[in-house]
Every structure is written in C-alpha cells, then in structure tokens.
C-alpha cells in the first residue's frame, strides 16, 4: 500500500517580500481588486491522515491473528504414538515408547522431553530407528533396531538422523525411576508423559498408553484414571491396563494414574496409608470427572459465541450506516459557515478528536469575536540560521479580552497569553511554542524545548477537555452511548474468554489477571478522552490470551468476536453530534466541495479572512486565493507557502529530551517572548 503524503502549502518561487512589492507596485492584485489574480493553493491538514482508518484496522487484525500458525517451509506430524511401561518389582517403570512420524522436508534431529518432576528420574535414554512402521512395543525384533546417537540440552533428548519426505517410526527405551508410590495395601504410579507447555507444541495423534504388571492380576483388583481432553475408556486385561485417545492436543495435559496392589512390589518399603485403594481411585476419578464437566462447556460456548459475533457486526453496520453524521452525501449551505464559530466549526469537523491545530481554531475564535487580533511576525530569531525555517509567522495580540465569555476561551488566554511566572503578557507568537531549531547545538537548549513542548501539549490536552466539557453540556456532542457500547462490548469479551478458559482447563490466575486489565480498561474508557493507545494494548493481551486456549475451534471463534469488537470501535464514533451539530458538518463538506472554485466574489474583508480561517482548517484539494497584503495574514502566509504550523510541529521532533544535563531541570518553561523570537516439558518433536 503506498501511501502519498505531500506537503500542504508548496513553496512559491516569490518571497513575502518580493510578493509585497509587487502587490505595492499593481502587480498583483488585493482581496478588495474585483479582478482578482488567484494564485492556486493546496490545503490540508498539516498532519495528513492516508487511510488512517484501515491502517489501524490492519494493525489490530494482525495483532487478532498474532497466535494463528504460519505456514512453513517445512512440517512434520505425529501420527501415532504407543507407550508400554512395564512396573518393576522395585517401583521403577522400563518404559519403551515408539512414536511414528510423517516428516515433510529435511529433519536432522528428533527430541524428548519430560516434566520436570520425572526428568531427574529418567535414566538409560537410548534411541533407535526402526525399519518397520509403528511396531508394538515387547514385540520388537532386535534386527529391525538401528541405534541412534543421542546428547541431553537444557533437559531436552536430542536425538541425530537425517530423513527427507518419508514416514518413520523411533523407539525410546528408558528407566524411570521410583515411578511407583508404594503404601501398605495399594501402590499408585502416576506420570505424566506430556504436559501443558511449549515441549508440547503439536498434536500427537492416536496415543496409546499401555502398564504391565509385574505378574498376572485378576483386572478386577486394579484401575487407573486418564487424565486427557479425547480420552477414550480405559482397558483391562490380566497383564495390565490400557489408556487410549486419538488425539493428545497440542500444549494440553496427557496423564495417567494406575492404581494396583501392592503384593506385586516385592523389592519395595511401603509406607501406611490412610485411605483404601478403592477411596483414593474415587477422589482421582473425581477430579478427571470435573475436568471432563468443564471440556463438555466448550460445544456450548462454540455454538452462543458465533451468534454473538453477528450481532455485533450488525450493530456495526447500523452506526455506519445509520448515523446522520456519516452520510456524506447530504446537502448543506457553505457559505453560512462563515457566521458560525470556527471552534464549534472546527470542534465539529474533528468530531471532538484532538488536533494540533485546535488551538488555532481557539485563537481564531477570540479574532472572530474581537478578543483578539491576528498580524503578521517575523520568525523567531533562533530560526534565522535554519534556511528552511518560515521567515515571517503569526502573531495573536489581546484586544478586548472580556468578550471571551466561556471557560476554555478564558483558559486559553490564561494558558497562552500569560508568562511562566503568572503574569500577563500582550501577545502570543506562535513561535513561542515551537521546539528546538533543527541546528540546535547545544544539547541542554535542546532538552529545554523539549520540556516546553510537554508542556504546551499538557495545557493543550487540558484546554480540549474543557472545550469538550461544554459541547457536552451544549448538547452538541453525546458521548454516552459510545462509552456504553463499547464498554458492554468490552465486558462482553471479558466473559466469554474468562468462560472459554474455564472450560478449556485454564488456570484461575488467567481469569483473575483477565478481570483486572478488564476493570481497569473500563475505567480508562470512561475518564480518557482518548483510549485509542490502551484499546489496542488490551486487544493484544486478549489476543495473546486466547491464543493460548487449546481447543482450536473455540480460539477460532473467540478471535471473530475479537474482529468483531474492533469493527464495532471503528464503528462507534467517540462522540454522537446532535442534528444542529451534523447540519454543521453538511455545511462543512458544502463548503470543502466549494472550495474548488476558490474564493468566492464580493466578499468583505472580515469575510475573506473568515474564508481564508476556514479553508485552511478544513481544505482538502487545490484552491484558490487571491494575493493578499498584510490586512490578512493568514492568506498572506499561505500565498506564500508557508503553513503557520508545519514548521512549529517539525521542531517538535527535534527537541529531545535526555535524562541529564543543563536543561533538563526545567519542567515548562515559559511560552513569553517578543514577537521575533526450548527447555525441558513434557514433549516430542523434531528440528
């Protein structure tokens, strides 16, 4: 996607002052000559937003599928495993594992793993490849071995081959020791063969898990629990007892408990136990019952989750579609613009969203009112050695300042028109609040200014809620109904990935760190003007959150309902504007598509400048203004090619702070001046 972001206001080949002596020579006509000349201008916003929208749309759905796989070069799967654990008289298992895999592409090793409560018991690891496909352990001819070499990291078995696109089944032969808990009447072993981790990563289909007894045993004295999420019902013989599912899912548990008589452990102490065999298989049986309550929650959650999904993508819809303020195709009055305040204007336009121009509109609002008057100023005198920096700017002077009736009009002045120190000063240059100049050499001036721009952003942020304040108050903007709805959407999600844990065997403590980031998200929502930031924190922790349930067709759809939020987001504006407000912003876009035909004819002075205000905070496409003198700034700045706020925001960047040196003690600074100046788990796999 490319992006074309171009410079607002082009440079003219003519200077300010080459351009007033043409206008003083008849050159070039004023605003008040009927046949005007027009010099095309393009306008835009300073900061100009290319699909901002969808880019941010892009951002959070790649975030949502943070935890889908990617496609390899290259794959391997499981696709049988059986175990046969044979108990020793002494408590020890010889167990003997075959696991056959499918490889597609090269493979150089296999590895093993174990939890760490049994990795320090394992003992003997040998590896061998078998020549025939997936044989039955105890029935293996030693002519079909061939032993491979192995080597222990970090806890994990690795073991040397080398196979290219073919299936392969490798027998593990191991020891572990003092697998066998022995007590007076039964003996218990419980192993896990693989765990919950990042050792088990894939899918192991068609598991078998067999125990043998050390002798025969009628298999009514003897039982076992299986602990996993597809496991099938248990089977008995009287050499021991079979454990089977057809598939162990991927960073899930497969654990086994067999209980038996101890009379089999002749080379065991035992140890007395409180409970009898038959009480101590119930309260296992117990537990793996509850787990399978909780899995038989998922189909529910897969069916109500979808539906859910919809609901919200119509809701969506509808605030698109539905909203008068996003029907760009209706009818307003351009020229009526002109009698409107150009901070309500402006306040309308952005849809309450802070701009860096705002303020300007504030400043502007104060001109219209007779507040104050605009002229223009010579560039600050830092700027002088910097040949790209604007030589003339604008330059605010207070008039009549007790025709600011509201309270942000009020704080404006307070905050712009006053030095550091409290007192009050005459006038505002908009150089005042620019940062460093790019050829800035020394450093401490540098984290100066950078101390100033935080500042100036801070009132600035402070200033915009105050002005949003009363557009609520005014009834112009609704802000409620949004807060609303994303917040029960919000609590929506919450709930159903804590409900999605719950039944995917999730721990407690992930719910609990999922209701906190919920609350506090919820509270960020409703006293931040603008939560964007911390909207797209809490979609990444959910999406890292739901990439870690197991069941991949709950995860799948948990991260529709996740996509289905964002759009909602999207969707909602942050404010509602009220029917007044929106056949304001009809005025606007009248007055956008005019704005093609430049400046309209007869217009007075006052209204030109109104004109001139209004086109630069709302221009979008090429336009037309005439040469202007020094009665109109603002147009003489833009004839120009001079954005009175491009070079201001520039310096910004270049003001950066540091954590020492001899500006970095001031906090604000004044805005007065004159007016020049891999490790172990439970697992198998294959690299």
């Not at 002519?143 to 970090?154: A, I, Q, R």
């Not at 901070?343 to 001109?367: D, P, Q, R, T």
């Not at 040949?387 to 309270?407: D, H, I, Q, S």
Request: with cysteine; hydrophobic share 40%; net charge positive.
């Amino acid at each position: 996607m490319k992006m074309y972001c171009r410079r607002i206001f082009p440079k003219m080949k003519q200077t300010m002052k080459d351009r007033r002596a043409d206008i003083k020579s008849n050159k070039i006509g004023t605003f008040s000559n009927v046949s005007r000349k027009h010099t095309n201008i393009k306008l835009s916003n300073v900061e100009v937003k290319c699909m901002k929208k969808f880019f941010f749309l892009f951002v959070l759905l790649l975030l949502a599928f943070s935890s889908s796989v990617v496609a390899e070069a290259r794959s391997y799967s499981i696709d049988k495993i059986h175990i046969k654990s044979w108990i020793q008289p002494n408590g020890d298992l010889l167990v003997n594992e075959v696991f056959t895999y499918n490889f597609d592409g090269t493979y150089t090793s296999l590895k093993r793993s174990f939890p760490e409560e049994h990795d320090r018991n394992v003992k003997d690891f040998y590896a061998h490849e078998l020549t025939t496909l997936s044989p039955e352990p105890g029935f293996i001819e030693d002519n079909t071995l061939n032993t491979l070499n192995v080597t222990k990291e970090s806890g994990v078995y690795r073991t040397s081959i080398n196979k290219t696109n073919e299936q392969v089944s490798f027998l593990y032969v191991y020891t572990l020791k003092n697998a066998v808990k022995a007590y007076d009447t039964y003996s218990v072993a419980n192993v896990t063969y693989f765990e919950d981790g990042d050792a088990h990563d894939q899918d192991y289909k068609q598991v078998i898990i067999d125990y043998i007894l050390p002798q025969t045993m009628d298999p009514s004295k003897f039982d076992g629990v299986f602990f996993d999420r597809n496991a099938a019902p248990n089977g008995k013989s009287e050499f021991g007892i079979r454990f089977k599912t057809p598939i162990s899912e991927s960073s899930s548990v497969t654990k086994t408990t067999f209980f038996f008589p101890s009379t089999v452990l002749t080379n065991m102490e035992k140890t007395k136990s409180s409970i009898s065999m038959n009480e101590a298989f119930a309260n296992e049986k117990k537990q793996a019952d509850a787990l399978q309550k909780r899995l038989s929650n998922i189909p529910e959650l897969i069916n109500i989750i979808p539906k859910v999904s919809l609901t919200l993508v119509i809701i969506a819809i509808l605030f698109i579609i539905g909203l008068p303020q996003r029907h760009f195709w209706r009818k307003g009055i351009g020229e009526s613009i002109l009698d409107i305040d150009i901070l309500y204007l402006f306040s309308v336009y952005k849809n309450g969203k802070m701009n860096k121009k705002a303020f300007l509109a504030g400043l502007f609002s104060l001109v219209e009112k007779e507040a104050a008057i605009v002229k223009l100023s010579e560039a600050a005198v830092r700027f002088k050695n910097d040949p790209k920096a604007p030589k003339e700017t604008l330059l605010f002077r207070l008039k009549n300042g007790g025709n600011a009736k509201a309270v942000s009009e009020n704080y404006l002045i307070q905050w712009l028109f006053n030095t550091r120190s409290g007192s009050s000063k005459w006038a505002f240059h908009l150089h005042d609040v620019a940062g460093a100049p790019k050829k800035e050499s020394d450093k401490g001036m540098s984290n100066y200014y950078h101390a100033r721009t935080k500042e100036f952003k801070k009132n600035q942020k402070a200033w915009h809620k105050k002005v949003q304040d009363e557009l609520v108050e005014a009834g112009t903007f609704h802000h409620r109904l949004p807060k609303i709805m994303i917040s029960l959407a919000i609590m929506l999600l919450s709930i159903f990935v804590a409900l999605s844990y719950d039944a995917d065997l999730g721990s407690g403590g992930s719910i609990v760190f999922l209701a906190i980031i919920t609350i506090i998200f919820l509270i960020i929502n409703w006293i931040k003007l603008n939560d964007r930031g911390f909207f797209v924190f809490y979609m990444i922790v959910i999406s890292l959150m739901v990439g870690n349930i197991v069941n991949d067709e709950l995860m799948s759809e948990l991260i529709g309902v996740i996509l289905a939020i964002i759009l909602l987001y999207i969707a909602v504006p942050k404010n509602i504007l009220s029917m007044n407000a929106v056949r304001a912003k009809d005025n606007i876009r009248s007055f956008q598509r005019s704005m093609r035909n430049g400046m309209p004819e007869g217009l007075t002075k006052v209204e030109q400048e109104k004109w001139t205000i209004r086109a630069y905070l709302f221009g979008r496409k090429n336009v037309q203004i005439p040469a202007a003198d020094e009665a109109l700034p603002l147009a003489a700045l833009l004839i120009a090619g001079t954005d009175p706020m491009d070079y201001v925001t520039k310096s910004w960047k270049w003001s950066t702070g540091v954590t020492s040196g001899s500006g970095s003690s001031d906090s604000g600074g004044s805005y007065g001046g004159s007016s020049g100046g891999d490790s172990g788990g439970g697992g198998a796999g294959a690299d």
